[in-house]
Every structure is written in C-alpha cells, then in structure tokens.
C-alpha cells in the first residue's frame, strides 16, 4: 500500500472513533457545550500572562528633546511615597545641565502646579559629566538621563495625577531651551512593580551621591587659599585606589575652575586645588558654606561643609606688579574728567609759589603731595575697615551718600568763591582756612588743596585703576593701604615732579591782569562743578532737594562775602543755618527713584542676563552712575554715537544698564564678581563669550562693535 493510501486509511479509522465517542461535531457541539467551553477557559489560563506595565505618561516632543514621567508601579499603591523618574532623551550629540551647570547654561526645572493628591515631589540629580569648551567648566549629562523621583502624595492610597511643566535648555552647537508639558496619572488599587521601569530608575538612583558609606569617597578638609591666583584646596580620601577623580564645588558667591590633584603613594587620599575664577575676595572666603560633589568612575558622594582658613599662596612678591599698576593709574587719573576741575587748584598752588625761594616752592609742592598721598591713605584704611565690617565696598562709593555730595558742593562753592574775590579768609587761625581758600599762604592750605584733589578723583575709574583697586579691595589691610598709597603717589606725581624741579615756576609769566581773569575763569569752572554734584544729588533724591541745597549754598557764600559788614558771630549762625538746611533737604525732600524699565534701557538683573545668553542673545552691560563723569564721556562719545546705538537695538541684542547713583548691592556684588569695585564698568556677554567680554573703562567704538561681533560668536562656535 502506498503512503498516501495508508494516510487516508490511518484517518478514517481516527474519524470512526471520534463518531463512536462524541458523534458528529454538529452533535457535539449540541450535547458538549459544557465540555467546550470547560476547554475553553483551560485554554485561556493556559495562556502565558504578561507582566503589568508600569504606570508612564505619553512621550512629550521638543524636536530635539522628548520627555516623559514614569513608575516602577502601575497604581498608586498604599504606601505614601511613590518611585518615578523623569527620563529624557536628547537627539545624538546634544546634553543639558546639571543643578549647578558652572559657567553656563541652566538647569532643568519643572513646575508641579496643577497636580491631585501630590504634596512634594522630591528631585535628585545623578552624578554629572564635566564639560570643557573653549576653557569654559560646565556640568550635565549627554544623551539621555532619568531623574529618580519622589512623589508624596496627601492621601495615601488614592488615585495621584501628577501634572509638570518641564523647562529644559539642551546644547549642541547652539542652545536651545525647551518647554514641555508632562502628565502622569496612577489609579487606586494595588501596586504591581515592573521590573524593567524598575530597574532603569534604580540605575540612575545608583549615580546620585550618597554621604559616602556605599561609595567610600570623603572629604577631609577645605581650605581657601588667598594668593595669586587664589584657590581653594579639596583634601579628598577614598577606601579603593582613586582613579580618575573629579571635584565639583558648589557656592552662592564664588565659582571655581577645573582641580589639579596630587596623589599620595597608594592613591587612597590625594590633595584637590581648585582655581578662584570669579567672585568676591578670598580672604573673605573662611567660615562660608560649600558643597563638595567627589566623582570616580561610577562613585560619587556629596559633602556639606565650611571652608577653612588655609595658608597664603604667594607673599608680598605679588603685590609688586600690582604697586606699578597703582602708581600708573594714578598718574593716568590727572588726566581724567572728573579731576579736571580741581586743575584750577593745582595751577593757582603753582602761581603761588612763583617768587618764592626754591625752599618755600619745594616745600608748597611737598605739602600739596603729602595732602594727596594722606587722602588716598585714609580712603583705603576707611575702606579696610568697612570690609573687615562685612560691609560692601567700592571705589568712589561715597558719592552715593547725599550728605557727602552736600558737603563737596559746600566746599567748592567756597572755593570758587574764594578765587572770584568774594572773601578772604586768613591763614591759618581757623578751620575754614584749609579748606575755605584756594589761594592761601601757608602749608595747609597746599595741604588742603591736595586732600581735596583726592577726593574730587575718586568717582573716575581711571584705565589701571579698577585692577589695582580690585585686587586691593580682594586682600588684607595691608595690602589695601600699599595700593592706595601708590595711587596717591601717582596723582600727586605732578606736585612732586614741581618739588624736585622748582625751578619750573619760574617760567610762569609774572603776576598780572590775567591772573584776575584766570582766577575768574577758574571760579566759573569750580561752580560749575558744584553744579554738577547737585545734578548727581538731584538723581539720587530730587530737584526740589538740589534746587534747595543750591538756595543754601548761596545764602552760605553770601554769609561769608557780607562777615565784614554783618559781624564775624552773625556770619557764622548763617553758614551753620545754611548748612543744616543744605544737610537736611535730601532726606526731607526725596522723591520715588525713576523707573529704570521706562528708558531705552533695560533694567540690571543678573539672572536675567544669563537667561539671555542661555537663549542665544547678545547683552551688553553698562554699570553707570551720574556722579561718573567717565561714564558719561562714554555715553556722549561712544554708547549715543547712531552707529553704536544701533548695534545694540539689534535683533538678539540686549542692552542692560545697571545704575549705581544709589547703594545698590546687587551692582556691588556684579562688580566683585568680576574683580571690579569702581566704574565705568562695561561687559558684554553671548554664546561665544558666556563669562562676558570687560571692555576697558576708556570705551571706543571698535572695541564695543568688535565685542558685540565676538560675543554673537563670529569667531568660534557658540558655546555651552
């Protein structure tokens, strides 16, 4: 038989006794209902059963980012605390930012509002990967990362919905930030673990540091370390052989750059040194709190400490280079405008001494440097000792006080009284005799006129200046009073170069008809700045103040020029009264401060300006104040020029001007930041210069344009 005739046999005989036992399949299906469905549901359980999926919210697109929440569990569960993370995927080549991203970018942020039954969501950062670009430090993650988190919800055991607006900013070449809305909804009921969701959280939990039981990393000390370039040093300690160990400090007020490590032997402990790249001074630094991540390899622990006081980096051999800067830029600051006034003093003390034997010139122009040399002493120790206060300082701060810009106004109305011929006040019986003639005979009255130069010089910040005042202001004592000291030396070099060359008065023409004239033209130009003082006063309270302050001085000088017909007591209850007014106007009739949003300006914000540059913008940043008269040459000669101001109404451009008439501590701290404590300040700031661009105090059209263009990025990829 062949095979397919024993088939059809084999088959015939398996149908007969199918029919012999249930009979037809008509018939069963008939008489067998409980039978088949019996084996129905047999089969069904039989049926291999998935796992319960996790509880996730949909994938939420940006392009170059998608986001999404999710948990191990796919219900709320009964237990208060829910596991979750948030998992976000970047396009190939793109990252974003850690919690503290370093000299760019921002982290991500998300806003719970909107969510049910959710009482805190607690976020955790896993450990970062350090970013150099362009010697820019920054932290973050490539690619992709899930945030483990934790949802606490108000009542247990109820559904939770879960709704967050994330921000992110992701780079590449560009930056780019991103908004996306995200959801997650957990139903009531028991909670079933996915081992999958479970497992990829759990990864990412494993990289958050930890206090340094489980991955045996520890700091043992932090110390700053005052110097030249400044630095803070780690001393860090690990249970395994370090590596390739990093360190990252966290702190409100200083940031630091990449560490240098020394191992010992065994590569159990090792010495981290950090470089100071911005903020305040260091000697400042002991007592405050940091936060010290450790990372190594794939341990990574996190400390919460107090920075200690460690030993100076570099002695006073540093300082040397700053002393030539000082001495320069107190040269340079004869030249500058708002010391230009006081020239009518400098060249009247040189007339003076014309016919005078070489003694009594010599001595004249050594009493006037002397005067300039004490000034800028006492202004430094003042400003030593409002440091050690913990109080903020700056140069030329005091003209922010209106009382101080009373009083200047005062003493030049004197002044330029004085040299007009409105009075004489002999030398040297009284008080006002130092201060109350510019002409006068004996050593105070040179000595006077050189403190009064100081202190008309203080509110320019001269080119060499604002470095050789920074790095004063971000030392000791000791070093402040050495700058200071060649400052001085430097403004009072003319009177000096007068004192080892006496001689040189001999060149003046011979007293005259034009020396009235002279004294006349120099009166106008002390008025005028006068004038210009009450202007700053005006911003700083109100016109009505000024324009009261003006009526004092004048019944001042008025009491002063009628002494002889009125009486020496009568005079003197005058001035005392004139001056009590003149005293209390600014504070009685202060008006609001203006609105600094209603000009072409915008307002000073220093997290704003990131948030700019993060977008891709171009900020320029200019610190002004009216009491700088550098700052105002720079407006009318450069920042108002058509070519100037319209590069920064560009597109992508934003122009932020802090304001410094007044105190304002949020433009002191920028300026500390950035190692400047006096102003003209400018800096610009963009993708291709996120730590900013500092212009010089003497701006120039080219060099705001050629910023502007570098800062956009024209000459290097924009960076993170």
């Given at each position: 038989m062949?095979?397919?005739?024993?088939?059809?046999v084999a088959?015939?005989i398996?149908a007969?006794?199918?029919?012999?036992?249930?009979?037809?399949?008509?018939?069963a299906?008939?008489?067998?209902p409980?039978?088949?469905?019996?084996?129905?549901?047999?089969?069904?359980?039989?049926?291999?059963v998935?796992a319960?999926?996790a509880a996730?919210?949909p994938?939420?697109s940006?392009?170059?980012?998608?986001?999404?929440?999710l948990?191990?569990?796919?219900?709320?569960?009964s237990?208060?605390?829910v596991?979750?993370?948030?998992q976000?995927?970047?396009?190939?080549g793109w990252?974003t930012y850690?919690?503290s991203p370093?000299?760019?970018?921002?982290p991500p942020?998300?806003?719970?509002?909107?969510s049910?039954?959710?009482?805190?969501?607690?976020?955790?950062?896993?450990a970062?990967?350090?970013?150099?670009?362009?010697?820019?430090?920054?932290f973050g993650y490539?690619?992709?990362?899930?945030?483990?988190l934790t949802?606490?919800?108000?009542?247990?055991?109820?559904p939770?919905?879960?709704r967050?607006?994330?921000d992110?900013?992701v780079c590449?070449?560009?930056?780019?930030?991103k908004?996306?809305?995200l959801?997650?909804d957990?139903p009531?009921?028991?909670a079933a673990?996915?081992?999958?969701?479970?497992?990829?959280i759990?990864?990412?939990e494993?990289?958050?540091?930890?206090?340094g039981?489980?991955?045996g990393?520890a700091?043992d000390?932090?110390?700053?370390?005052p110097g030249?370039p400044?630095a803070?040093?780690?001393?860090i300690?690990?249970?395994?052989?370090?590596?390739?160990?990093?360190?990252?400090?966290?702190?409100?007020r200083?940031?630091?750059g990449?560490?240098e490590?020394s191992?010992?032997?065994?590569?159990?402990?090792?010495?981290?040194?950090?470089?100071v790249t911005s903020?305040?001074d260091v000697v400042?630094?002991?007592?405050?709190?940091?936060?010290?991540t450790?990372?190594?390899g794939?341990?990574?622990?996190?400390?919460?400490?107090?920075v200690?006081a460690?030993a100076?980096r570099?002695g006073?051999?540093?300082l040397?280079?700053f002393?030539?800067?000082?001495?320069?830029?107190g040269?340079?600051l004869?030249?500058?405008?708002?010391?230009?006034?006081?020239?009518?003093?400098k060249?009247?003390?040189?007339?003076r001494?014309?016919g005078?034997?070489?003694?009594q010139i010599r001595l004249?122009f050594l009493a006037?440097?002397a005067?300039v040399?004490?000034?800028m002493?006492?202004l430094?120790?003042?400003?030593?000792?409002?440091?050690?206060?913990g109080l903020?300082?700056g140069w030329?701060m005091?003209f922010?006080?209106p009382v101080?810009?009373?009083?200047?106004?005062?003493?030049?109305?004197v002044?330029?009284?004085?040299?007009?011929?409105?009075?004489e006040?002999?030398?040297p019986?009284?008080?006002?005799t130092a201060?109350?003639r510019?002409?006068g005979?004996?050593l105070?009255?040179?000595?006077?006129a050189?403190a009064?130069?100081?202190?008309?010089?203080?509110?320019?910040s001269a080119p060499?200046?604002?470095?050789a005042?920074?790095?004063a202001?971000?030392r000791?004592?000791?070093?402040?009073?050495?700058i200071f000291?060649?400052l001085?030396?430097?403004?009072?070099?003319p009177?000096?170069?007068?004192?080892?060359?006496?001689g040189?008065?001999r060149?003046?023409?011979r007293?005259?008809?034009?020396?009235?004239?002279?004294?006349?033209?120099?009166?106008?130009?002390?008025?005028?700045?006068a004038?210009?003082?009450?202007?700053?006063l005006?911003?700083?309270?109100s016109?009505?103040?000024?324009g009261?302050?003006a009526a004092?001085?004048?019944?001042?000088?008025?009491a002063?020029a009628?002494r002889?017909r009125?009486?020496s007591?009568a005079?003197?209850?005058?001035?005392?009264?004139?001056?009590?007014g003149?005293?209390?106007?600014p504070?009685?009739?202060?008006?609001?401060?203006?609105?600094?949003?209603?000009?072409?300006w915008?307002?000073?914000d220093e997290?704003?300006l990131?948030r700019?540059?993060?977008?891709?913008?171009?900020?320029?940043?200019?610190v002004?104040?009216?009491w700088?008269?550098n700052?105002?040459?720079?407006?009318?000669?450069?920042l108002?020029?058509?070519?100037?101001?319209?590069a920064?109404?560009e597109?992508?451009v934003v122009?932020?001007?802090?304001?410094?008439?007044?105190p304002?501590?949020?433009?002191?701290?920028?300026l500390?930041?950035?190692?400047?404590?006096g102003?003209?300040?400018?800096?610009?700031?963009g993708?291709?210069?996120?730590?900013?661009?500092?212009?010089?105090e003497?701006?120039s059209?080219?060099?705001?344009?050629?910023a502007?263009?570098r800062?956009r990025?024209?000459?290097?990829?924009?960076v993170r």
């Amino acid at each position: 038989m062949s095979i397919g005739g024993a088939a059809r046999v084999a088959a015939t005989i398996e149908a007969d006794r199918y029919r012999k036992r249930f009979g037809t399949i008509s018939e069963a299906l008939r008489v067998r209902p409980r039978l088949l469905a019996a084996a129905l549901v047999a089969f069904v359980l039989a049926w291999p059963v998935a796992a319960p999926m996790a509880a996730s919210g949909p994938w939420m697109s940006g392009e170059i980012v998608r986001a999404r929440l999710l948990t191990a569990a796919d219900t709320a569960g009964s237990d208060k605390e829910v596991r979750a993370g948030l998992q976000v995927a970047m396009g190939d080549g793109w990252d974003t930012y850690w919690r503290s991203p370093g000299d760019a970018g921002t982290p991500p942020a998300v806003d719970w509002t909107g969510s049910v039954n959710v009482a805190s969501v607690d976020w955790r950062w896993p450990a970062p990967t350090r970013f150099t670009l362009f010697g820019l430090e920054t932290f973050g993650y490539f690619d992709k990362v899930v945030f483990p988190l934790t949802i606490v919800s108000e009542r247990p055991g109820e559904p939770v919905a879960l709704r967050g607006r994330l921000d992110i900013l992701v780079c590449s070449t560009v930056c780019v930030p991103k908004s996306l809305e995200l959801s997650l909804d957990l139903p009531a009921g028991a909670a079933a673990v996915d081992p999958e969701a479970a497992n990829l959280i759990a990864r990412y939990e494993a990289r958050v540091p930890d206090d340094g039981s489980r991955s045996g990393l520890a700091v043992d000390g932090v110390a700053a370390l005052p110097g030249n370039p400044a630095a803070l040093e780690v001393r860090i300690s690990s249970r395994q052989p370090l590596s390739a160990p990093d360190v990252i400090v966290e702190s409100g007020r200083w940031t630091f750059g990449r560490p240098e490590f020394s191992f010992s032997a065994d590569r159990g402990t090792a010495t981290a040194l950090l470089p100071v790249t911005s903020g305040p001074d260091v000697v400042s630094m002991p007592g405050s709190d940091v936060t010290v991540t450790l990372l190594d390899g794939q341990r990574a622990s996190e400390t919460r400490g107090t920075v200690a006081a460690g030993a100076t980096r570099a002695g006073w051999g540093s300082l040397l280079p700053f002393l030539g800067v000082a001495l320069l830029g107190g040269l340079v600051l004869n030249l500058m405008p708002c010391v230009l006034p006081v020239l009518s003093l400098k060249l009247m003390a040189a007339l003076r001494h014309r016919g005078q034997a070489r003694r009594q010139i010599r001595l004249g122009f050594l009493a006037t440097a002397a005067g300039v040399v004490a000034s800028m002493l006492a202004l430094g120790g003042a400003l030593a000792v409002l440091k050690a206060a913990g109080l903020a300082v700056g140069w030329g701060m005091q003209f922010q006080q209106p009382v101080f810009l009373v009083a200047m106004a005062a003493a030049l109305a004197v002044f330029a009284a004085s040299l007009a011929g409105l009075f004489e006040i002999p030398l040297p019986s009284r008080l006002a005799t130092a201060m109350g003639r510019a002409g006068g005979d004996g050593l105070a009255g040179s000595f006077a006129a050189g403190a009064f130069t100081t202190v008309l010089a203080t509110p320019c910040s001269a080119p060499f200046v604002g470095t050789a005042v920074g790095f004063a202001l971000a030392r000791g004592p000791a070093e402040i009073l050495a700058i200071f000291g060649a400052l001085g030396v430097g403004l009072a070099a003319p009177h000096l170069l007068g004192a080892a060359f006496p001689g040189v008065v001999r060149l003046l023409p011979r007293p005259g008809w034009w020396m009235i004239a002279l004294r006349c033209v120099l009166a106008i130009a002390l008025t005028g700045t006068a004038a210009w003082l009450l202007t700053v006063l005006a911003a700083q309270t109100s016109w009505l103040a000024a324009g009261a302050v003006a009526a004092a001085l004048v019944v001042l000088t008025g009491a002063l020029a009628l002494r002889p017909r009125i009486g020496s007591p009568a005079a003197a209850v005058v001035v005392v009264l004139a001056l009590l007014g003149a005293g209390t106007a600014p504070a009685v009739l202060r008006a609001a401060p203006p609105n600094a949003a209603a000009t072409a300006w915008a307002p000073f914000d220093e997290a704003a300006l990131r948030r700019f540059v993060a977008e891709g913008k171009v900020v320029f940043v200019d610190v002004t104040a009216d009491w700088c008269a550098n700052c105002k040459v720079n407006d009318a000669l450069v920042l108002e020029r058509p070519e100037v101001a319209a590069a920064l109404a560009e597109p992508g451009v934003v122009a932020m001007r802090a304001d410094w008439t007044r105190p304002d501590v949020r433009i002191s701290d920028y300026l500390a930041n950035n190692d400047r404590f006096g102003i003209p300040f400018n800096a610009v700031y963009g993708p291709g210069a996120p730590r900013g661009i500092v212009l010089s105090e003497v701006l120039s059209r080219e060099a705001v344009l050629d910023a502007l263009r570098r800062a956009r990025g024209a000459d290097l990829a924009p960076v993170r």
